[in-house]
C-alpha cells in the first residue's frame, strides 16, 4: 500500500513560519529544513512555491514539527491515496 498524500494548503505560509516559528519550532532555511526533514532542498523550494505540492504522510508530519505547527494547519490528506498533486501545475 502507497503511504498517504498530502498537499499543502499554503507555501507562503510554510516560508512565514521557517522565518518566524512557533516556541516549539527553529528558524529555519530552505536547506536547513530540508537537512531537519531528510528532504531535498529542491523539494522543499519547489513545496514553498507549489510548484510540487505534495509530500508523504511522514514527510508533512516532520515539516510541521521543525517548523512548531500542526500538520493539518499546513496539509490536508489528498483526495485519494492514487491522486498525486505533484503532476499538476499552477494556471496563472
Known sequence: MRPGRYRIHDGRLLQ????NPGPAGTEHTVRS???ATGLSAS???RLITEERPTVTDGQATRIAEAVGERRRAL???TPSPS???DHERKRT
Not at 512565514?16 to 522565518?19: I, Q
Open 43 to 45: 523539494k522543499v523550494q
Open 33 to 35: 529544513l530540508a537537512r
Open 75 to 77: 496539509f490536508a490528506p
Open 16 to 19: 512565514r513560519l521557517m522565518r
Open 83 to 85: 491522486s498525486n498533486g
